[in-house]
């Protein structure tokens, strides 16, 4: 069933029920995160008229806030509902696993490799015990998951492959699209405009991500014309942590205007005594 009011806050990402089952969802059920996602976006975009080191206290305290006022209030709004949930805190993890990465700080490849672990079995656990699959449960463990997954790559275990790649960078053009990949099949059989149009979108995710890897390698700097530096912590153990961190940091520097600090200077600030 299908509404224009429903509609309408689907395309402008806007939390409503929806007419057919009362759920706080889309008119395309899986774009659910995408209203969250907006709410971040819109929230860090403000933060950027902030100083910079205003803005991680500044939107940690509003989602903060936002959530306590969820178990305070009982909210019945979908909006309210939606913006005061749990899972928003999701958001200032990530923020604050940013803000590590771009120091340099990155737990060694013993503790990565642990948290790494502790996840997946984590999750395992939610599967195999019927625990509840939410951001209560999930959230934690994704958390440790992001930040394992970085020690790694910091440390070198992660090789760069192409195939993968391009996958994640479809992935989401993916989510959205594996609903339609059923439509149409019914009893066994698949009609021909359905196979044409699922057929086209993948060729559409896989084309879209394909131009986006090649535009993004065309403006990367050539790491290996750089001189290795070493790593935090390891005088002599080369490491492409730090020249990957310089290379982020030059270009976001790039696109807000500020000048950063390069990760190399504060790992040398850091090794020097107070």
């Known amino acids: 069933m299908l509404t224009l009011e429903h ?4 395309l402008f990402f806007v939390p409503a029920r929806s007419p057919s089952s009362g759920e706080i969802w889309p008119v395309l059920v899986q774009g659910w ?6 709410l971040f976006y819109a929230v860090f975009a403000g933060s950027l008229f902030m100083p910079r080191n205003w803005r991680l206290p500044v939107v940690s305290g509003l989602f903060l806030a936002l959530v306590i006022a969820g178990r305070v209030v009982a909210f019945d709004d979908a909006v309210m509902l939606t913006y005061t949930r749990p899972v928003i805190l999701e958001f200032v993890a990530g923020m604050i696993i940013g803000e590590f990465w771009l120091k340099g700080r990155v737990p060694p490849l ?34 440790l998951l992001v930040i394992g997954v970085l020690s790694l790559e910091a440390n070198g275990c992660v090789r760069a492959l192409s195939l993968p790649g391009l996958l994640g960078d479809a992935s989401y053009s993916i989510y959205l699209w594996h609903t339609f990949c059923d439509f149409g099949r019914g009893e066994g059989r698949t009609c021909d405009r359905s196979r044409r149009a699922r057929n086209d979108v993948r060729s559409g995710s896989f084309g879209n991500a394909h131009r986006h890897r090649r535009l993004h390698d065309a403006r990367a700097p050539a790491a290996a014309a750089r001189p290795r530096p070493a790593s935090h912590g390891r005088p002599g153990r080369p490491s492409g942590r730090i020249e990957r961190l310089e290379e982020k940091a030059e270009r976001f520097g790039q696109k ?12 040398g600030r850091e090794s020097q005594p107070p």
């Open 7 to 10: 509609v309408l806050a689907s």
């Open 33 to 38: 995160t995408l209203n969250f996602e907006m």
């Open 110 to 143: 013993a503790v990565g490799s642990a948290l790494f672990a502790c996840s997946l079995g984590g999750f395992a656990l939610i599967g195999v015990l019927g625990l509840p699959f939410d951001e209560l449960t999930t959230g934690p463990l994704a958390v």
């Open 256 to 267: 807000t205007g500020q000048p950063i600090v390069p990760a190399a200077t504060v790992a």
